[in-house]
């Protein structure tokens, strides 16, 4: 197994020295070293050369989010953030700036709970460590080039002829991934839209909190018993599946808090089996980047119900374990890079 070269940025020394316990378990991961700022981390980069970074946002004399915008731009690395929760908010914008991932610190202050972390972190050291970041740069530019086209979007005709449900999961490199795709929808879209990203719990709120504030559509966390609308976007909670349920004319949200057995949360496998049952051949299914295999089966179920399907191409697919499984099971009608998709999805709501 090739040997993945590790450099930590923390200003806490306690952190550094945690961070380098629980990645010296896995022995594939060698730790070249550390940093306490931005700036340390920018010469150690460059004299050091890792494959991953694990990068604390708050620090002293440069700040994670400087440092982000250099090594994108100068020397794009895959970058995980490991962040206190007060960092709910600017998260999302180092994920806009190029980290490919971020973990939830157990607490801000230093102390042993940090080794809560050690079996996620070395799992998405893993899965990222080699990359082509020319696909995550090829995503940011896409992105901003969504941001400058969001007020031109026209609208569409308000009556769907074929689609009541568009159904969107993904995992890591998610986040501007969805953003990226709801840039584009027309604000009247025919057709009501739920997502299940795995995220931590609190961090969904502000994801589309985020997203309500620079899409035309309407985008909010779901709450239970929520009903489905056109234009609306509902976010599946973090900590929670989404499920959906018929009741009388309308279909609403079923929240159902995530068990210890459960791999994936939200589930997006759970959300599209129930979204394939109410909606039967009027649902649309999305899946988008991500490690794992979470959405293979509810793919499946949406094609047994005569719904479609949309998967993002290995082309644009920051890590492909998601689409790849999709794929393989024969669930994709269409296989797009995701510059596509969003027209893909205008289309297929309108077709007859």
């Known amino acids: 197994m090739k040997e993945i070269r590790a450099l930590v940025v923390d200003d806490s020394p306690y952190n550094r020295q945690t961070i380098i316990k629980m990645l010296q378990h896995k022995p594939s991961i060698k730790v070249v070293g550390t940093a306490s700022d931005g700036k340390e981390a920018i010469s150690k980069v460059i004299k050091l050369r890792p494959d991953v970074v694990t990068l604390d946002l708050e620090m002293p004399t440069m700040d994670g989010f400087t440092f982000l915008r250099w090594i994108m731009k100068e020397f794009p690395l895959p970058v995980i953030v490991v962040s206190a929760r007060s ?34 972190l070395i799992s998405k050291i893993d899965v990222v ?99 489905i609308e056109q234009g609306t976007a509902l976010i599946a909670p973090g900590g929670y599946h989404m499920l959906l349920e018929q009741k009388g004319k309308e279909v609403t949200t079923v929240l159902r808090k995530r068990s210890m057995a459960d791999k994936y949360v939200p589930s997006v496998d759970i959300m599209m089996k129930s979204a394939a049952a109410v909606y039967g051949r009027k649902v649309l299914g999305v899946i988008l980047t991500g490690m794992g295999n979470d959405g293979k089966d509810g793919m499946k179920a949406i094609k047994d119900h005569k719904g479609q399907t949309i998967v993002e191409s290995a082309e644009t697919s920051v890590v492909f374990g998601m689409p790849q499984e999709v794929i393989s099971a024969g669930a994709a009608d269409k296989i797009l890079p995701l510059k596509e998709i969003p027209e893909e999805i205008i289309k297929r709501c309108m077709m007859d």
């Open 87 to 120: 960092d709910d908010r600017s998260v999302f914008k180092a994920l806009e700036l190029g980290a490919v991932d971020f973990i939830v610190k157990p607490t801000a202050k230093a102390s042993p709970e940090l080794q809560k972390i050690r079996d996620e």
């Open 129 to 227: 460590a080699h990359l082509e970041m020319t696909k995550m740069k090829a995503n940011l530019d896409l992105l901003t080039e969504n941001k400058d086209k969001r007020r031109k979007m026209e609208e569409v005709s308000p009556v769907s002829k074929n689609i009541e449900l568009i159904a969107i999961g993904a995992s890591t490199g998610g986040p501007p991934a969805i953003q990226s795709i709801l840039l584009r929808l027309p604000r009247n879209i025919p057709a009501g839209i739920v997502i299940s990203q795995h995220m931590p719990e609190g961090f969904t709120k502000h994801f589309a909190e985020r997203l309500d504030n620079i899409s035309p559509i309407c985008v909010k966390e779901a709450e239970h018993g929520e009903v």
